[in-house]
């Protein structure tokens, strides 16, 4: 069973920066497409940055030029550098692991990550 635990949301101002960051248990991080993805209150969850096995990344329009995911493979991790941050970037913040190969996934318990105007 993998087991995602996020880490590094909080409290920032307009302007500011966070690092989120995402640790994988069991051996299959290498081979997965990892993924953050948020949700606002009242919204649906939405895409916000992706990074391939390889490091191929996609990241939403709303957030190019300021966020950038990243993995390191050998600590099974995958970070969010969020910089720039918006009020409308508040929302709860989910990792995400999906394997191509047997359409599986799965999710963290999500970060909650509010940014103050």
């Known amino acids: 069973q993998v087991q995602l635990v996020e880490s590094g949301g909080g409290l920032v101002q307009a302007g500011g920066s966070l690092r989120l960051s995402c640790a994988a248990s069991?051996?299959?991080?290498?081979?997965?497409?990892m993924g953050w993805y948020r949700q606002a209150p009242g919204k649906q969850r939405e895409m916000v940055a992706i990074i391939t096995s390889s490091g191929s990344t996609n990241y939403a329009d709303s957030v190019k030029g300021r966020f950038t995911i990243s993995r390191d493979n050998a600590k099974n991790t995958v970070y969010l550098q969020m910089n720039s941050l918006k009020p409308e970037d508040t929302a709860v913040y989910y990792c995400?692991?999906?394997?191509?190969?047997?359409?599986?996934?799965?999710w963290g318990q999500g970060t909650q990550v509010t940014v103050s105007s």
């Open positions: 069991g051996s299959i991080f290498s081979i997965s497409v």
């Open positions: 995400n692991l999906h394997l191509p190969l047997f359409g599986k996934d799965y």
